[in-house]
């Protein structure tokens, strides 16, 4: 857990980085960002018997944290798979975590919840979703509501990983 907390830290280091370089002073009362939380309720790791040094490890949650487009996700996958193998299964929740991330972040989705028997989003106070959008899905299917005035809860069930982020990824393609 201490090294998803690090990636976490770095990534937010990265976004004040950048935004001090365009010369923009970082806004305190959100210091670095909107970074989108994700839960799959499994594993997201680089565990020791796949990637054996600690070290090694740190520098790809690092640079798994810096990805901010799913090209760049998708190298890091292959590279991943070319150095080590192909990834299991808590590797793979750690990759799709990464690339929820991605999707969800120009959403203004601050927190995606995907247990097995539902998914949440929270949405923050500037999402750029049209309200509309959420209205049309509200009305298309009874399993989704609105969880107070941020939350749109689904109530899906998915056991497996895959089905469960293919199903969030869709979901994320039409709140775009």
Same mark, same amino acid.
Request: include cysteine; aromatic fraction near 4%; proline fraction near 7%.
């Given at each position: ?38 839960? #799959?309720? %499994?594993? &997201? /790791? =680089? ?10 490890? $740190?520098?790809?949650? *690092? ?25 299991? #299964?808590? %590797?793979? &929740? /750690? =990759? ?10 120009? $959403?203004?989705?601050? *927190? ?25 899905? #509200? ?38």
């Amino acid at each position: 857990m201490h090294e998803i907390g690090f990636a976490l830290y770095a990534d937010m280091l990265n976004h004040a980085v950048k935004q001090l370089k365009a010369g923009k002073e970082p806004d305190l009362s959100a210091p670095l960002g909107v970074t989108t939380e994700i839960n #799959l309720h %499994t594993p &997201a /790791l =680089l565990p020791n018997d796949y990637c054996g040094d600690v070290h090694e490890r $740190l520098v790809l949650y *690092k640079r798994l944290a810096s990805c901010n487009a799913l090209d760049v996700l998708q190298d890091m996958r292959e590279e991943l798979i070319d150095r080590f193998g192909l990834p299991p #299964l808590q %590797t793979q &929740a /750690l =990759l799709a975590c990464h690339k929820l991330r991605i999707l969800a972040k120009p $959403l203004g989705i601050n *927190k995606i919840d995907a247990s097995s028997e539902a998914i949440q989003l929270q949405f923050s106070q500037k999402t750029p979703v049209e309200p509309d959008v959420i209205l049309n899905l #509200l009305r298309k299917s009874p399993v989704y509501r609105m969880s107070g005035p941020d939350k749109l809860r689904i109530a899906v069930q998915h056991e497996a990983l895959q089905p469960r982020t293919d199903f969030i990824e869709g979901l994320l393609k039409q709140l775009a």
